[in-house]
């Protein structure tokens, strides 16, 4: 049995672009893979709560120093990283906000990041704790990018940087999840934008057969 984890950020339901992507993906593992379960971390449905500060002076802790209080306050943080341990894949849907994460994906980020946790700082730098599984990231943006565009300011091509991927693959990473694959679904809210299913399956087409399960 394969056990998926799927971690949403759409406040939208029925129109969202990286939901319909997300439910065609699910579909398709369906059929590959009936064998398995889901878990679902809607964080538009059921946002997390930021960070609080006895979560930041716990987090900071080494276990053995920590408090029954302290436990406490990392209980949230314990609960959704027993989901990403439990999973063999962790598919992420989520649009772009002001070019990145939007601000409920990011406090999941905060809460499963965890030093002593699920990675391990050593002076050569974080060392990820997490048992290695395929991540799938499927973005929706409303527009087009140029991926290599120079500068720090948005000019007027029209287009804009990506913060939303490097940012993922580089967080992930930290943990120990390396094998992400992301579809990055763009000008989403052009008058033009259509249909999406040919898109979606052929990247699935490409990744999903060499997902390691
Ligand atoms: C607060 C906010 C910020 C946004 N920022 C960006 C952005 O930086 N780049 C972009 O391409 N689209 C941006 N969008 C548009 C969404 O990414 C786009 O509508 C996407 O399709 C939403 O995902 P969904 O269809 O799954 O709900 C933004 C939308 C909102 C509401």
Request: aromatic fraction near 4%; charged fraction near 20%.
């Amino acid at each position: 049995m394969i056990r998926i984890l799927h971690v949403s950020a759409s406040t939208r339901e029925a129109s969202s672009r990286s939901r319909i992507a997300a439910d065609m993906v699910l579909a398709r593992l369906r059929e590959s893979h009936p064998d398995q379960s889901i878990v679902e971390r809607d964080l538009a449905a059921r946002p997390l709560p930021h960070p609080d500060v006895g979560f930041v002076e716990a987090t900071a802790l080494p276990p053995k120093a920590r408090t029954e209080q302290h436990a406490h306050s990392l209980a949230l943080s314990e609960n959704l990283i027993r989901e990403l341990e439990l999973s063999d894949l962790l598919l992420i849907s989520t649009p772009m906000h002001n070019f990145t994460v939007p601000s409920v994906l990011k406090a999941w980020v905060d809460h499963v990041v965890r030093p002593y946790r699920t990675f391990q700082l050593s002076p050569e730098g974080k060392i990820g704790l997490l048992r290695p599984q395929p991540v799938l990231v499927i973005s929706a943006c409303g527009g087009g990018f140029m991926d290599d565009m120079p500068g720090e300011t948005p000019r007027t091509t029209g287009k804009q940087k990506d913060f939303l991927t490097s940012y993922l693959r580089y967080v992930l990473a930290v943990i120990g999840l390396t094998q992400v694959q992301v579809l990055r679904l763009e000008h989403q809210n052009a008058p033009s934008a259509g249909d999406i299913t040919d898109e979606i399956n052929s990247w699935a087409d490409q990744v999903l057969d060499q997902l390691e399960l």
